[in-house]
């Protein structure tokens, strides 16, 4: 069994694959970084108030944290398998380019696993400040990890720091490469939403329980620190969304038409909110005029490139990106309503709002949160094709040429679908039965490790 | 020692640590899937749960620091090594899914069969994976993964007699360091029948190790006889330190002396790991591959290895005190502490 070249069948079937495998643990990574944060948060507010509620959240929360940082180490390990398994001739060219980030963040994954094993195993056998302070580390690497990966995304999108010749890379200067141009609007709207799902994803199991009729203090709190963390990062994170757009006009025109289905470039051209792709024109869609010109330049004479300056064979697929993107926005706007909502209820009464309607939409703040988030991510991975590295290898050209990646991708579904019942039914059995432990835990009197 | 030796030195430190540590890990799964039936075989697999839980995840981390340095320093090696072994691979890989989310999903049920049926995901993925790395370290070992994507044959090139002895040994070392390890950790939380059971345990399978060892001396004379020459050339005081070092480590265990025998149980193994990469060197891909290639000549960029080497040094800075406590912590052996 020798191969060829990557079947079409095969691309597509790696590319699935990654998605699913990507997209899977870009959900557990936001979890990673924003729940620490947050827990210690309720950690700090029961040590300093005393109060029973804020213990009692921070323990809960730790719990799961501890489930889903270990599914979540698991599923980020087989990303960098994935990537040499399906994409080995990047890696063969351009590994030790992105190399350096991958390397920092494997530093700063381990400092996350260390501290947070010692923060769940010792919550009793360290005094409660030292204890507190061992958390910290969990949130300064889970931060530092994120930005790491992501410069490395950014790359891709902006590769930088590197001479070719005949197809080889000759000079490397990993530095340049890692903080290329779209690190900085990658990197912040990467953490910022990692921040809103975590706060919403949590919201909105209190927001059950309350809707449930569970109005005690507990819920109560558990509700309102997560929610307002996310909805106080929402509008921050809108406006980086438009500077991380303004960014594509000036460095990615090609992404940013594709996201916004102009084809043809020129001025004044409106923004088109749905619709459909039909020829060369977005279809069916709410034209705002002019819009997209004066979202860019300010000025509705802001020249837009649009679709017409790349060959065909360079546009990436505008329907999917389109769509996503709008989604994405929508979903954004509409959590920012929902805060607001709040916001207004609060300052008026110190009370959530009376409207059921309040807590029947928060419930569901949390998935459209993550939706929001894949949303997103499908924008600025799809957008970027048909390219792997843009501007530099297509992603057909850096597919792994051995055949059987359609079985590959069967298995990974099997596995990530098994997991997924998992990981809900385990943490829902958490949610009502508190003495489960978490996996990091030790439980009774055995203590021993090596 | 050149910039390119500097980093597969670091690289090899890493995997030696995963083999050590992680291994042990996968060792404690092997013994809970021959722990026996779920009542009689809860006190053993409770002992294992709590031995790898607060560390699993840390020690796990070697793999990525080995997987990630590989790509930045030696790219085109990874690229090679990652697409001609794709399979078993792609097998461990979804045996490491499948491991971590069962331990974790394991803690947190309390139903027994939900127990069982994650207890048993654990426990056969805990035996599969390293069998599968080992497959991918006897492939290159014996010259069967060439230089370029997939360029090797994608069956051959991990199922063949050195792949098989590779898994076999893998697997085989990593029940023997758990065994002694549970040996110390079981006396230590006063569970002498615990104890006793993984002396026996580490007894046997350290004498089954040392047989299949030996037997695979003609395994490799017939296979890989490029490997086999390095072993009994260059790499032969590592190969006999590893043999007096499992020697030791019997004795040490047949007179209950624990902590010392986790010492030279993980000399025996270290001298494996260490003798493998001295009996190819120079190769990092070694012939019989035709397009074999060496540590000088995969090496990444100079700029690279250098900003490499030294966010690693910086890492190890703040890495090296965080693991001391973390296992300092977990020593100490606290009785009558609950969480609740």
Same mark, same amino acid.
């Given at each position: 069994?020798?191969?060829?070249?990557?079947?079409?069948?095969?691309?597509?079937?790696?590319?699935?694959?990654?998605?699913?495998?990507?997209?899977?643990?870009?959900?557990?990574?936001?979890?990673?970084?924003?729940?620490?944060?947050?827990?210690?948060?309720?950690?700090?507010?029961?040590?300093?108030?005393?109060?029973?509620?804020?213990?009692?959240?921070?323990?809960?929360?730790?719990?799961?944290?501890?489930?889903?940082?270990?599914?979540?180490?698991?599923?980020?390990?087989?990303?960098?398998?994935?990537?040499?398994?399906?994409?080995?001739?990047?890696?063969?060219?351009?590994?030790?380019?992105?190399?350096?980030?991958?390397?920092?963040?494997?530093?700063?994954?381990?400092?996350?696993?260390?501290?947070?094993?010692?923060?769940?195993?010792?919550?009793?056998?360290?005094?409660?400040?030292?204890?507190?302070?061992?958390?910290?580390?969990?949130?300064?690497?889970?931060?530092?990890?994120?930005?790491?990966?992501?410069?490395?995304?950014?790359?891709?999108?902006?590769?930088?720091?590197?001479?070719?010749?005949?197809?080889?890379?000759?000079?490397?200067?990993?530095?340049?490469?890692?903080?290329?141009?779209?690190?900085?609007?990658?990197?912040?709207?990467?953490?910022?939403?990692?921040?809103?799902?975590?706060?919403?994803?949590?919201?909105?199991?209190?927001?059950?329980?309350?809707?449930?009729?569970?109005?005690?203090?507990?819920?109560?709190?558990?509700?309102?620190?997560?929610?307002?963390?996310?909805?106080?990062?929402?509008?921050?994170?809108?406006?980086?969304?438009?500077?991380?757009?303004?960014?594509?006009?000036?460095?990615?025109?090609?992404?940013?038409?594709?996201?916004?289905?102009?084809?043809?470039?020129?001025?004044?051209?409106?923004?088109?909110?749905?619709?459909?792709?039909?020829?060369?024109?977005?279809?069916?869609?709410?034209?705002?005029?002019?819009?997209?010109?004066?979202?860019?330049?300010?000025?509705?004479?802001?020249?837009?490139?649009?679709?017409?300056?790349?060959?065909?064979?360079?546009?990436?697929?505008?329907?999917?990106?389109?769509?996503?993107?709008?989604?994405?926005?929508?979903?954004?706007?509409?959590?920012?309503?929902?805060?607001?909502?709040?916001?207004?209820?609060?300052?008026?009464?110190?009370?959530?709002?009376?409207?059921?309607?309040?807590?029947?939409?928060?419930?569901?703040?949390?998935?459209?949160?993550?939706?929001?988030?894949?949303?997103?991510?499908?924008?600025?991975?799809?957008?970027?094709?048909?390219?792997?590295?843009?501007?530099?290898?297509?992603?057909?050209?850096?597919?792994?040429?051995?055949?059987?990646?359609?079985?590959?991708?069967?298995?990974?579904?099997?596995?990530?679908?098994?997991?997924?019942?998992?990981?809900?039914?385990?943490?829902?059995?958490?949610?009502?039965?508190?003495?489960?432990?978490?996996?990091?835990?030790?439980?009774?009197?055995?203590?021993?490790?090596? | 020692?050149?910039?390119?030796?500097?980093?597969?030195?670091?690289?090899?430190?890493?995997?030696?640590?995963?083999?050590?540590?992680?291994g042990a890990d996968f060792g404690g799964g092997f013994w809970d899937l021959f722990a026996g039936g779920t009542h009689r075989g809860r006190p053993q697999r409770d002992l294992i749960e709590h031995s790898i839980g607060p560390v699993w995840e840390a020690n796990h981390v070697w793999l990525i620091f080995v997987i990630v340095l590989l790509w930045t320093a030696f790219p085109t090696v990874f690229a090679a090594v990652m697409s001609t072994l794709y399979i078993p691979l792609t097998l461990a890989a979804l045996g490491i899914i499948a491991r971590g989310a069962a331990f974790a999903f394991r803690k947190a049920s309390d139903q027994l069969g939900q127990?069982?049926?994650?207890?048993?995901?654990?426990?056969?993925?805990?035996?599969?994976?390293?069998?599968?790395?080992?497959?991918?370290?006897?492939?290159?070992?014996?010259?069967?993964?060439?230089?370029?994507?997939?360029?090797?044959?994608?069956?051959?090139?991990?199922? &063949? #007699?050195?792949?098989?002895? @590779?898994?076999?040994? +893998?697997?085989? *070392?990593? %029940?023997? $360091?758990?065994?002694?390890? /549970?040996?110390?950790?079981?006396?230590?939380?006063?569970?002498?029948?615990?104890?006793?059971?993984?002396?026996?345990?580490?007894?046997?399978?350290?004498?089954?190790?040392?047989?299949?060892?030996?037997?695979?001396?003609?395994?490799?004379?017939?296979?890989?006889?490029?490997?086999?020459?390095?072993?009994?050339?260059?790499?032969?005081?590592?190969?006999?330190?590893?043999?007096?070092?499992?020697?030791?480590?019997?004795?040490?265990?047949?007179?209950?002396?624990?902590?010392?025998?986790?010492?030279?149980?993980?000399?025996?193994?270290?001298?494996?790991?260490?003798?493998?990469?001295?009996?190819?060197?120079?190769?990092?891909?070694?012939?019989?591959?035709?397009?074999?290639?060496?540590?000088?000549?995969?090496?990444? &960029? #100079?700029?690279?290895?250098? @900003?490499?080497?030294? +966010?690693?040094? *910086?890492? %190890?800075? $703040?890495?090296?005190?965080? /693991?001391?406590?973390?296992?300092?912590?977990?020593q100490r052996s606290q009785h009558g502490v609950k969480t609740p």
């Amino acid at each position: 069994m020798i191969a060829a070249a990557a079947s079409p069948i095969d691309l597509f079937a790696a590319r699935q694959q990654m998605g699913i495998s990507l997209g899977w643990h870009i959900i557990l990574a936001c979890l990673g970084v924003g729940m620490p944060a947050l827990t210690l948060f309720v950690e700090w507010r029961g040590w300093r108030t005393g109060e029973p509620a804020y213990q009692l959240l921070a323990r809960r929360w730790a719990k799961a944290m501890g489930v889903l940082f270990a599914v979540g180490a698991v599923s980020g390990t087989i990303l960098s398998f994935e990537m040499g398994l399906l994409w080995p001739a990047m890696m063969s060219r351009y590994g030790q380019v992105i190399g350096l980030p991958f390397a920092m963040e494997g530093i700063a994954f381990f400092i996350e696993a260390i501290f947070l094993g010692i923060y769940l195993y010792a919550w009793d056998r360290l005094p409660p400040r030292q204890h507190l302070l061992s958390g910290i580390p969990i949130v300064l690497a889970g931060v530092a990890s994120a930005f790491f990966v992501v410069t490395a995304n950014a790359w891709m999108n902006q590769p930088r720091g590197f001479d070719l010749t005949n197809g080889t890379v000759t000079a490397v200067d990993p530095w340049a490469a890692m903080f290329n141009p779209a690190t900085p609007p990658q990197t912040i709207h990467m953490l910022l939403a990692a921040f809103m799902v975590s706060g919403f994803v949590i919201a909105s199991v209190y927001a059950v329980a309350l809707l449930r009729g569970r109005r005690d203090r507990y819920h109560r709190l558990g509700f309102l620190v997560s929610f307002t963390a996310a909805a106080v990062i929402t509008p921050v994170q809108i406006a980086v969304g438009d500077y991380a757009a303004r960014f594509l006009a000036s460095y990615q025109t090609t992404k940013l038409a594709a996201i916004e289905g102009v084809y043809h470039t020129g001025s004044h051209i409106p923004l088109t909110v749905a619709g459909v792709p039909i020829g060369e024109q977005l279809r069916y869609g709410l034209e705002i005029p002019n819009g997209l010109s004066l979202l860019v330049g300010y000025s509705p004479n802001t020249l837009i490139i649009g679709l017409d300056r790349v060959p065909v064979a360079d546009r990436p697929p505008v329907g999917i990106v389109h769509l996503s993107f709008d989604v994405m926005v929508g979903l954004g706007f509409g959590l920012l309503v929902l805060g607001l909502w709040l916001g207004v209820s609060w300052w008026r009464r110190r009370e959530l709002p009376r409207s059921p309607w309040f807590l029947r939409t928060a419930s569901l703040s949390g998935i459209a949160a993550c939706c929001a988030l894949e949303a997103g991510w499908v924008t600025t991975e799809v957008g970027r094709q048909p390219w792997i590295v843009w501007g530099q290898m297509r992603t057909a050209d850096a597919v792994n040429p051995a055949p059987g990646l359609l079985t590959g991708l069967v298995a990974v579904l099997v596995v990530y679908l098994v997991m997924t019942i998992g990981t809900v039914y385990v943490l829902r059995r958490m949610a009502r039965y508190h003495q489960l432990a978490a996996p990091q835990e030790v439980d009774a009197e055995l203590g021993g490790a090596w | 020692m050149s910039l390119a030796q500097w980093s597969i030195t670091v690289l090899w430190i890493g995997l030696t640590l995963y083999v050590l540590l992680a291994g042990a890990d996968f060792g404690g799964g092997f013994w809970d899937l021959f722990a026996g039936g779920t009542h009689r075989g809860r006190p053993q697999r409770d002992l294992i749960e709590h031995s790898i839980g607060p560390v699993w995840e840390a020690n796990h981390v070697w793999l990525i620091f080995v997987i990630v340095l590989l790509w930045t320093a030696f790219p085109t090696v990874f690229a090679a090594v990652m697409s001609t072994l794709y399979i078993p691979l792609t097998l461990a890989a979804l045996g490491i899914i499948a491991r971590g989310a069962a331990f974790a999903f394991r803690k947190a049920s309390d139903q027994l069969g939900q127990q069982r049926l994650f207890g048993a995901a654990f426990a056969l993925s805990s035996v599969l994976t390293p069998f599968f790395l080992g497959t991918v370290a006897g492939g290159i070992a014996s010259g069967r993964v060439p230089l370029g994507l997939a360029a090797g044959n994608l069956l051959t090139s991990w199922w &063949n #007699p050195t792949s098989v002895l @590779a898994g076999t040994l +893998a697997v085989g *070392a990593a %029940a023997y $360091l758990a065994a002694t390890y /549970l040996c110390a950790d079981a006396r230590r939380e006063v569970e002498h029948q615990l104890a006793e059971a993984f002396r026996r345990r580490a007894l046997v399978t350290g004498l089954v190790l040392g047989a299949v060892a030996l037997g695979g001396i003609a395994v490799l004379h017939a296979d890989a006889p490029q490997l086999f020459d390095g072993l009994t050339h260059r790499a032969l005081p590592l190969v006999i330190s590893s043999g007096i070092a499992g020697v030791a480590s019997l004795l040490l265990v047949l007179r209950r002396r624990y902590l010392l025998v986790r010492i030279t149980a993980a000399l025996a193994v270290t001298a494996v790991v260490w003798g493998w990469a001295l009996a190819q060197y120079p190769y990092l891909l070694p012939p019989p591959a035709r397009a074999n290639i060496t540590i000088a000549a995969g090496a990444a &960029n #100079p700029d690279v290895l250098w @900003a490499t080497l030294i +966010a690693l040094a *910086a890492g %190890a800075a $703040l890495l090296i005190p965080s /693991l001391l406590w973390l296992f300092m912590l977990f020593q100490r052996s606290q009785h009558g502490v609950k969480t609740p």
